[in-house]
């Protein structure tokens, strides 16, 4: 734990010091190498992985009333590498989260997996993100506005153990992908015995990018939630249109009857410095429906009574028969490429609340920085 410390505390010190160089003289460019030693295979790839280390910190105010404080979203550290030719890794371990004492020491990894690329074709073993199609869940954490996302993705357990095998066309746009993890709903994963089954369709094209998805997650044993996903991205110029739809249900005839997510996200970039973003979205679920997301199973009363406690802007809960609509909007600033500010609003229909989050991101990339760093001993 004491090299750990270290570590960390070295590679705060080097990131600090990259960004304090590029703020009193951006003209000077990136050092390329920082010694004469070959950092290349024998193929010629790159064995030096990419590293960061990402946080954001804001101030957050709940509207009524008098809830609001300053706090930060967790330190992430992001590695990425090869190994060989075909073999790559990658790594996303969050710090400082606090868990119960009868959690897995992996509970604080959103993704460690290993990666083999032949061809067309990669295969994936490890912990990754369960594929569902849908932009909203596809961002990265520190990219997300929780309050302003749905209650489906507050609810959603997203990384899973598992395999997956994809295939990319030559022009890489379009890949499709099988995989098999644990199921969402399993609370013991090496003793639940049941799993999850996603084929995904990825698309990209100048217009135009998809992530679609059909999921079949286990939530008893034999007993699946069905789960259709269309995750669209539309580009005009710098104006994004994202529009996910995710139906679900417990039966064929039943997906988009016993629940539904629809969430349209528009934003506009100006030149890479400033967007401004937005979002409206709709949800609605069935009262009694066989499974349940969050793990609890109570019954209607009992979310009534757990929203009527909550003094959040997000509900506790979805009630079953009724409409649920959340949204929001924002803008971000980056006055340099690794540091990001914004402003957000967001509230819903269910409490009539507010919040207001006003913060900044920064995402240091290491291995820039400790070549920088020595570059100018």
Not at 331 to 351: F, G, M, Q
Request: aromatic share 18%; charged share 20%; proline share 3%.
């Amino acid at each position: 734990m004491k090299r750990l410390f270290t570590f960390l505390g070295a590679i705060f010190l080097m990131a600090g010091s990259a960004a304090w160089a590029q703020e009193v003289n951006s003209s000077v460019p990136m050092q390329s190498s920082v010694s004469t030693d070959d950092t290349t295979m024998e193929d010629g790839e790159d064995w030096i992985p990419s590293i960061s280390l990402d946080s954001r910190f804001g101030y957050n105010r709940m509207l009524p009333g008098k809830k609001g404080g300053f706090g930060g979203d967790g330190l992430y550290l992001n590695v990425d590498g090869k190994i060989g030719k075909h073999f790559s890794y990658s790594l996303c371990q969050k710090f400082f989260s606090a868990h119960g004492d009868d959690d897995s020491v992996f509970d604080n990894t959103d993704w460690l997996n290993v990666s083999y690329d032949i061809g067309g074709f990669t295969f994936t073993a490890g912990k990754d993100v369960l594929m569902l199609g849908s932009y909203e869940y596809d961002a990265y954490d520190i990219d997300s506005y929780y309050d302003m996302n749905s209650m489906f993705y507050n609810s959603f357990s997203s990384y899973q153990w598992g395999v997956k095998a994809m295939w990319t066309n030559p022009s890489e746009s379009t890949s499709f992908a099988f995989q098999v993890t644990t199921s969402p709903f399993s609370y013991a994963p090496r003793e639940d015995n049941i799993y999850s089954y996603n084929l995904g369709w990825y698309g990209s094209w100048d217009c135009y990018e998809s992530i679609w998805s059909v999921n079949f997650m286990e939530y008893a044993p034999g007993e699946f939630v069905k789960v259709l996903a269309l995750g669209n991205m539309f580009y005009i110029g710098n104006l994004s249109l994202g529009l996910d739809c995710i139906l679900r249900g417990a039966e064929f005839s039943s997906v988009g009857k016993d629940e539904v997510t629809i969430n349209f996200m528009p934003s506009y970039d100006f030149n890479g410095k400033v967007r401004l973003f937005g979002k409206l979205g709709w949800e609605s679920s069935r009262a009694d429906l066989p499974y349940d997301f969050w793990g609890e199973y109570l019954s209607v009363d009992e979310m009534k009574e757990a929203n009527a406690d909550s003094f959040t802007t997000l509900p506790a809960f979805l009630i079953g028969g009724s409409d649920y609509w959340f949204y929001g909007a924002g803008v971000e600033y980056y006055p340099i490429k690794s540091v990001r500010l914004h402003a957000a609003w967001a509230s819903n229909s269910y409490t009539s609340r507010h919040t207001i989050d006003i913060g900044v991101t920064w995402k240091f990339d290491v291995v820039k920085a400790f070549r920088r760093v020595i570059g100018r001993k």
